[in-house]
Structures are given as C-alpha cells and as structure tokens.
C-alpha cells in the first residue's frame, strides 16, 4: 500500500477541522498526528534536520488552529494543510541560507550518479532526487510520495495546472541525467523520448 | 476522432504518466493516455520507468519521527500565545465544554491555576511573614492566571501579534505600518506584541491587513477590558 494512503477520510478531516475552529484541542491533536508522518517525510525533502521539519510543522498547525474557521471547503483539507506546510517551508528556506540544500533555480552543478550494483534503488533515487530544483523535487513528491493530483498540486503550490505538469516533466528530465541507469537497466531502455507510433 | 497533431498528442501524453502511474488522472484523460500507450512503445517505456520511480518513493520509509513531542511543543506554544493575549472567548454550544481548550497535558491555565494553589500552601506553611512578603512583592494584581482573570491592556492596544522570529526590524516596521499600527508593549516572554491603532480605522480592518503578512504568526483582537462598576 502506498505510503500517500490517508489515516482519515475527506468528511473526518473537515469534521476535525470544523471542531478546530471552535476551539478543541483534541480534534486539533488528532489532526497534527493524523498528518505528521506525512509532513515529516514531505518536508525531508526540503530540509535534512529533523528539528526543522518539526519546525515547519509545527508553524503549520499553529496556522491551522488560527485560521481553521476561515475554510470554506474549496479544497480539500489535506490539499489546504499541505499548502500551508508548502509556504511555510518555501519561505523558511528562503529565509535562511544555510537551509538551502535544496536549490530553487536552474543553476544546479552537473553532478551524475552511477548507481553501482551495490547501491540501493532507493538511495540512487533519493540522490537523484536530491539533485533537482526545490520546486521540482516537491512536485515529484506531492506526486508520487503524496498521491496529489495535477489539480491539487496546482492549488498546493499556488501555480498553473501547466506549471506543475512543466515541473515534473522537467524532474523527469533531470532524473534521466542523473539516473543513468535504473535497476540494472540501461538508460536508453528505460527514458525514450522519440513517439514510435 | 482525434485531429490533433501525434507528435502534440504524445508530448501532451508523456506530462500525464506521472498521474497514469499515481492513479489521479481524470477518467477522460485516463482512457485517451491508455489508448496512446497501446500505440507508443516509448511512452510505454517511460510509464514503466516512472512506474519504478513511482514504487520507490511511494513506499514510505521508516524514518523515525517523534510527533508526540512535536504535539506537546505545540500545545505549549498555543497556550503561551493564548495566555499572552488573554483570550477569553465566549463558549461555542456546538463544542461540549470538557473539549474545549483541553487537553491531555492539562491547560496551562488549570496548571498555573495549581501553581499558584501550591504557592499559597507553602506561603501558610512557612508562615504569615512569608505570605506578606508574597503580597508585598504582588502588590499589583496577580501576575498568574485564572480561569476568569483578564491579561492587563495596555493604553491603545487594540490587538495583539506574534511574528515569526526571523522577520527583521525593518519588515516588523514595514507590516505595521501597513496596518495603521504601532508596538505599545513587547515583545513579552512569549514573543507577543501589543499594538495599538495610528490610523482611525476598523480593528478589523487592520487584523486583515496582518493576517495577510506570512510574516504574522497569530494576531487577535483584544476583548474590551471591562469598565469598572462605580462605587456604591
């Protein structure tokens, strides 16, 4: 079972945050250990220090119980969460350059990685994960770790339905570079990119 | 019938495989991407190459994770933050009473409540002499917490806010200036922030213009300070 599957349901999530906004602490505990395994292992990605992601978390939830009564349901809660959590971390690591492991522009070092055979798949994924861009690597994981649609990658990250779609075409290109080899297959196996119709 | 160009049609395909592989596609544009791949052994290919990807980064790692003290710190800090702004908000019918502002580590008010019971017991303990002293050195009203005491307002303050730690002196200045606002007190323990109007506009309105500020990590307005019954 993937590890995006949701501990709540839609209607337990808005039924938790309606009892946020009138104050329970306990519907608002629930929902912070509902969603931290996610969060933490979302925002690993943008920061290797676990008390910065706890951090980041934590700032969210703080934003969440002040302003859980202005949700008006437009998206889901999981998609309204995960974008508090996406701004707060964009703009931690903006604000603080020590923290900019990962890299928000194009101007990464053209680093490759050749997985041997002793190496693991996923060691050689989170490497090549570790060379994109920070917006790419986000949408990969809001993606394929998060099991977010285009739409709801669209509203967590605050972009186009095209933008997100660009950024993950171009993580895929980037993984191709980085990944020269997957699994013991050669690259030109496993990234073809001419349409052979 | 599809007129569309095969060379767009593949591009257009090839974004889609990552929602294929995730399962999020829309069931249209599911069926038109199922039937590219039944013509196209290189979207083929890279569906199965994203799929690898996919089966790797969807399995969640055991990486360990401690949320209850996270949880803990959180609470703590809302109880700071609410303490600070003395909120005092009328009850909600629709939240049982035993729910609200509760839990499972106690209040801060219930346990400041208990600190100072046990502060008054060790005062009669050690004697009258060392509950003068205690008075003396309170002399002003007391600097804990009940359930019904009210945090002291400051002259003007109208709202109370809490920034992030790093915003700078500049862009605190810069955000209050937005809202018509200035500091009259703070930043307390708890890093919160009296302030008081500048402009004659609504409270609310200047509430808007914080809360629209990333930088603002809490901002409420203050409950009136009673006016104090004349004398009989």
Not at chain 1, 122 to 149: K, V
Not at chain 2, 52 to 68: F, G, H, K, L, N
Request: with cysteine.
């Amino acid at each position: 079972m993937p590890a995006n599957i949701r501990q709540y349901s839609k209607q337990q999530d808005e039924e938790l945050l309606s009892a946020v906004a009138r104050g329970d602490n306990r519907a608002l505990d629930t929902l912070y250990l509902g969603y931290h395994r996610r969060l933490a292992r979302f925002l690993a990605r943008i920061s290797p220090r676990y008390e910065t992601v706890e951090e980041i978390i934590n700032d969210t939830f703080m934003v969440v119980w002040q302003h859980a009564k202005e949700f008006r349901g437009a998206s889901r809660v999981s998609t309204w969460i995960i974008g508090i959590a996406y701004r707060i971390a964009l703009k931690s690591l903006r604000g603080n350059d020590g923290l900019m492991r990962a890299q928000s522009s194009d101007t990464l070092p053209e680093e490759s990685f050749d997985p041997t055979g002793s190496a693991e798949l996923r060691d050689w994924i989170g490497h090549a994960l570790n060379q994109l861009p920070l917006e790419q690597r986000l949408t990969m994981e809001l993606a394929y770790h998060m099991g977010h649609s285009i739409d709801e990658i669209a509203q967590i990250t605050g972009c186009p339905p095209g933008t997100v779609k660009a950024r993950m075409f171009h993580a895929r290109e980037k993984l191709r570079q980085h990944l020269p080899a997957l699994g013991g297959i050669a690259a030109t196996d496993i990234f073809n990119d001419s349409p052979s119709l | 019938m599809n007129a569309r160009n095969p060379t767009a049609e593949h591009h257009d395909i090839r974004e889609l495989l990552p929602w294929l592989v995730n399962g999020r596609l829309s069931e249209g544009d599911c069926g038109r991407v199922e039937a590219h791949l039944r013509l196209c052994s290189a979207c083929r290919d890279e569906c199965a190459a994203q799929r690898r990807i996919y089966d790797v980064m969807s399995t969640d790692t055991a990486v360990e994770q401690m949320p209850m003290a996270g949880l803990n710190r959180l609470r703590q800090r809302i109880e700071e933050v609410e303490r600070a702004v003395g909120l005092d908000a009328p009850p909600d019918p629709a939240c049982p009473p035993d729910a609200r502002r509760v839990n499972a580590a106690g209040s801060f008010r219930v346990r400041t409540a208990a600190i100072a019971a046990s502060v008054i017991a060790i005062s009669v303990a050690l004697g009258m002499p060392a509950a003068l002293r205690w008075n003396q050195t309170r002399h002003t009203s007391a600097a804990y917490y009940t359930m019904t005491t009210a945090a002291a307002q400051h002259p003007g303050e109208v709202i109370r806010a809490v920034f992030a730690p790093t915003a700078t002196l500049s862009e605190l200045q810069a955000i209050l200036d937005d809202a018509h606002l200035k500091i009259v007190s703070g930043p307390t323990e708890a890093g919160v922030y009296s302030l008081a109007m500048t402009e004659p506009q609504s409270i609310n309105w200047s509430l808007r213009r914080l809360r629209g500020h990333d930088t603002v990590r809490f901002a409420e307005a203050l409950v009136p300070a009673p006016i104090p019954a004349p004398p009989p």
